[in-house]
């Protein structure tokens, strides 16, 4: 017994400190040098726009020993959806077959930056050792991606160069208002999308007319256009500063900068493009020309076209199975492809052409407080093409006794509470909380830094989407509890002892009765065709359940004991709505709620 305690004290002491995140917003780091510069920049005329491409991708994940992998499997889908999603429109197809490469490498996952090495210089002879991550199990024949975990407080994105070698990294987090929710987690934001696009042999908006770029070569727009020789080489993004982009939500993504371009014309940059440095949220688009240059250079250039593939066989769908969801397989060749199953999902097939199979996959199994682990294989011949994993229910459960941290404490101590590792089933998706931390005494205030005798539990603005719960001890005892949230709802195992018994030293004096029911919690807000509202922490009663318009008009209505209750707003038009929870005759709660679908 005395073993297996010193094991998971040390294992606790290896989950890391979080900080309060990066206020000065990292860049891409990707340097601008390319071995193909001549050859590309000589070869304009060609247009590749109408031709589809399929190219080979590879996913590597990061992993440490106690934090386990840097990704869940949500996650990693998240940050391929939001490839596809971009790609797939331009007619550029990355192929994944859903296997990961995990790279269990401690200070890799802590500090990647510093084990990332590129050529910098102009003679594109490598002067890289082989010992850094583009070097661990790199491919000829593909794109490959290297996920670090979206919870690292050390920010990066880049890729080897462009189009140099088929390789890049994204990974961390960036908080640019430490009053704010706004948590940009980059594998899963707009950065691996700017990333793929320098892989794809894209420069930023402003380089050359930026004036820290090295070789200057200032663009300018009409009338005196030269934007194919110099700038970014692409005919269709207008001269860019770089100074006075959108760097933040309260801007509307518009231009905040002035001046003139070299041949005196306004600058009027584009802050919606991808490979611009405005706001990411603001990132949303590539001009016809990017893609041109994108394909032109699949086309041409030797370390693209490697990547190609003529035979081909993808999945697309949804990394999570509530109720059902819809999936298409892809291939040149749908002929004796067979789908195979897990066994713990329904699949219905819903119809099928000579390129493309569509089903449907149902799960039955909704009422289960615990989801499960999926996969979909796509076989020929008994041989495997590409798989998905994909979860399916409320997330994965935390074992009870399974939270570790100090138990012994005092008012104002700073201390971390934690599980050893991310629950799957979890995600880590920008405003929406993957985690439930309920601590003693009332509901924590959510503070950064700190107030310094607040009394009440407070806890960083990162808690609620990390498996790691950074807090300022508050005065009451009590015990300390997890579950998992997503959109099927959570897995909660909240009953008493499950937790973790913390005692407050000279604590006690504003602490709620044994007993009392704490405040209920509701989420998503705003909310699309799901709510749950968390009743879980009531006395056992029957509660009435009412959503009122802005006319006092009732529309919806129900009720529940006291368990996370899911309702549907998907028959609900956007707009604000009023929450109202009834115990008999008296509200209990009375909030604001937005359906935005």
């Not at 596809?84 to 859903?98: A, C, H, P, R, T």
Request: hydrophobic share 30%; charged share 20%.
């Amino acid at each position: 017994m005395k073993a297996k305690l010193f094991f998971q004290v040390l294992l606790f002491l290896t989950i890391p400190i979080l900080s309060i995140g990066q206020t000065v917003i990292p860049e891409c780091t990707t340097p601008h040098t390319s071995p193909d510069l001549e050859v590309m920049e000589n070869i304009r005329i060609p247009d590749n726009s109408n031709i589809d491409y399929y190219l080979k991708v590879y996913v590597h994940v990061l992993s440490h020993t106690d934090k386990g992998p840097g990704q869940t499997n949500m996650g990693i889908n998240e940050s391929m959806r939001r490839l596809y999603n971009e790609f797939d429109s331009k007619g550029i197809y990355l192929v994944w077959d859903g296997n990961v490469d995990y790279i269990l490498n401690d200070d890799w996952y802590d500090v990647p930056e510093d084990y990332i090495c590129v050529d910098y210089t102009d003679d594109w002879i490598d002067d890289c050792p082989n010992d850094g991550i583009f070097d661990y199990n790199y491919h000829t024949d593909g794109i490959d991606i290297y996920l670090g975990s979206s919870l690292n407080q050390f920010a990066i994105g880049q890729a080897y160069s462009i189009a140099g070698k088929s390789e890049f990294i994204v990974g961390g987090y960036t908080k640019p208002e430490i009053d704010s929710d706004d948590i940009d987690f980059w594998p899963q934001s707009p950065v691996i999308v700017h990333e793929m696009g320098h892989v794809l042999y894209l420069y930023h908006t402003y380089w050359q007319t930026f004036g820290d770029s090295p070789g200057t070569c200032d663009e300018c727009a009409e009338p005196n256009s030269n934007q194919w020789l110099c700038g970014d080489y692409i005919y269709d993004t207008p001269p860019d500063p770089k100074y006075g982009a959108p760097d933040e939500e309260e801007d509307n993504c518009q231009f905040m900068g002035s001046g003139n371009d070299a041949c005196g014309v306004p600058y009027a940059p584009l802050t919606d493009n991808y490979m611009s440095s405005a706001y990411l949220d603001c990132r949303t688009s590539f001009t016809d020309g990017q893609v041109r240059r994108m394909k032109n250079a699949i086309e041409l250039l030797p370390v693209l076209q490697s990547t190609h593939l003529q035979d081909y066989t993808y999945i697309r769908g949804n990394s999570i199975v509530c109720v059902f969801g819809e999936y298409s397989v892809y291939s040149n060749d749908t002929n004796n492809l067979i789908i195979e199953d897990s066994g713990n999902i329904t699949v219905n097939i819903t119809n099928t052409t000579s390129t493309q199979i569509d089903f449907e996959l149902i799960n039955y199994d909704q009422s289960d407080p615990e989801g499960q682990p999926v996969w979909i294989s796509i076989k020929r011949n008994g041989n495997e093409l590409v798989r998905k994993d994909i979860w399916k229910g409320k997330p994965q459960a935390v074992t009870p006794a399974s939270i570790f941290g100090a138990t012994d404490v005092y008012i104002d101590d700073e201390e971390d509470y934690a599980i050893s590792t991310q629950l799957e089933g979890t995600s880590t998706r920008k405003d929406t909380a993957s985690y439930f931390w309920k601590l003693p005494g009332f509901n924590p205030e959510e503070n950064y830094p700190f107030e310094n005798n607040f009394g009440e539990w407070q806890m960083n603005y990162l808690t609620k989407y990390n498996f790691v719960a950074k807090t300022k001890i508050g005065e009451c005892s009590g015990e300390i509890k997890l579950y998992g949230i997503n959109e099927c709802g959570d897995g909660a195992i909240l009953a008493d002892d499950d937790g973790l018994d913390v005692h407050v030293n000279g604590g006690g004096s504003n602490c709620p009765p044994d007993g009392e029911p704490l405040e209920i919690v509701y989420y998503p807000n705003p909310a699309d065709d799901l709510l749950n509202i968390d009743l879980s922490l009531q006395d056992y009663k029957i509660f009435d359940i009412v959503v009122y318009n802005d006319n006092q008009v009732a529309v919806y209505t129900d009720q529940s004991t006291n368990v996370v209750k899911t309702i549907d707003t998907f028959n609900l038009t956007n707009d604000t709505y009023y929450l109202h929870i009834y115990d008999g005759s008296e509200i209990i709660l009375s909030k604001l709620l937005v359906i935005n679908h």
